[in-house]
Structure formats: structure tokens, C-alpha cells
């Protein structure tokens, strides 16, 4: 349990249909809960790196799924340099938050080559979610034109990736 995360005999898995007892940002998780618990240690990283995590009431155990447990061991080794940097100007509380660990790892790895975002080799699916939802953030907005086009694209039934690619919408 050096880690914070107790695996051993005393963590075998409950029933079958046991889900994870976390309320991830307002929406309980629904993922199947592995062995691993959410104790006082990781509670400690959820609030210092302030991930929107807490433990539902209504849960009879204290086991979390597998995609928690690698997000909160992601967010405990990342360089606290950089976070410090980064929270100087961050002003993310008013914007809602995407959720870019529920995209494919392939789907990130298109994001991160198309705006060539440099990274580190050998990154899993949740450090590269992170390096590239910090790259996101950075991204400036012009709401009302991207609502304006965004409309339009959806009522005249077409795409940009249709369009780069010759494929029009007439015809269909």
C-alpha cells in the first residue's frame, strides 16, 4: 500500500456488479469498481490537485474503476513546476469542462499531431488527455461566430472533412 492504493487480500473485489463509488463532477461514475480504494492518501491528491472527485454517500464500498484510479496516479506524478505556471492565469472556473478522457487514444493522438502539441514518449491515455487538455485551454474562442457557423453546418447538412475531402452534399 505504498502507493496509496491498497491492493492487497483485504481489497478483493465485492459482487460482479459493483460500480465505482465515485461522483465524478456532479455525475456518479458507472464504471465497474476494480480493487483499488479510495482512502485518506488519495482523497489528499483528489483535493490538492483539486479534481473535481468525491466519494458517493450512497455507496455501500469505497472501491473505484480502473479509469479513476490511473487519473488521480496521473495527476499525483505530474511536475508541480509546470501546474504552478499554468495556475497563475488560469481563469477555467467560469468554462465548462471537456472531457477528453473519454476519447480514444487514437483520437488523441489526431489532436496532438494536428496541432502538433509536443509530448514525451511513452505517455499512457491519461497523461496525453492531460497534456492535451492543457493545450485545449489555450485555444481562443469566438463564441457567437462559432455558434453562427456551427448552425449553419448543421442545416445545410455538411462538413469541413466532406468538403476536404471532394465530397460535397449534393447528391445525397
Do not use: W
Request: charge should be positive; proline fraction near 2%.
Amino acid at each position: 500500500m505504498n502507493n496509496g492504493f491498497s491492493t492487497g487480500e483485504e481489497d478483493s473485489r465485492g459482487p460482479a456488479d459493483q460500480i465505482c463509488c465515485l461522483v465524478d463532477d456532479g455525475e456518479r461514475c458507472s464504471r465497474v469498481a476494480g480493487n483499488a480504494s479510495y482512502n485518506k492518501r488519495i482523497q489528499k491528491t483528489v483535493t490538492q490537485r483539486r479534481l473535481k472527485l468525491n466519494i458517493d454517500s450512497h455507496a455501500h464500498h469505497i472501491y473505484i474503476c480502473d479509469f479513476h484510479k490511473t487519473r488521480i496516479q496521473c495527476a499525483r506524478t505530474k511536475r508541480r513546476r509546470k501546474d504552478s505556471e499554468d495556475d497563475s492565469n488560469e481563469t477555467d472556473t467560469d468554462l465548462p469542462e471537456v472531457d477528453l478522457y473519454q476519447l480514444q487514444v487514437n483520437t488523441l493522438r489526431r489532436y496532438k499531431r494536428h496541432y502538433k502539441v509536443s509530448t514525451r514518449p511513452g505517455m499512457n491515455k491519461a497523461q496525453l488527455a492531460d497534456t492535451i487538455m492543457k493545450h485545449f485551454k489555450t485555444i481562443p474562442i469566438k463564441e457567437k461566430e462559432i455558434l453562427t457557423y456551427f448552425i449553419y453546418m448543421v442545416k445545410s447538412n455538411s462538413n469541413k472533412l466532406d468538403q476536404k475531402n471532394g465530397i460535397g452534399n449534393e447528391g445525397t
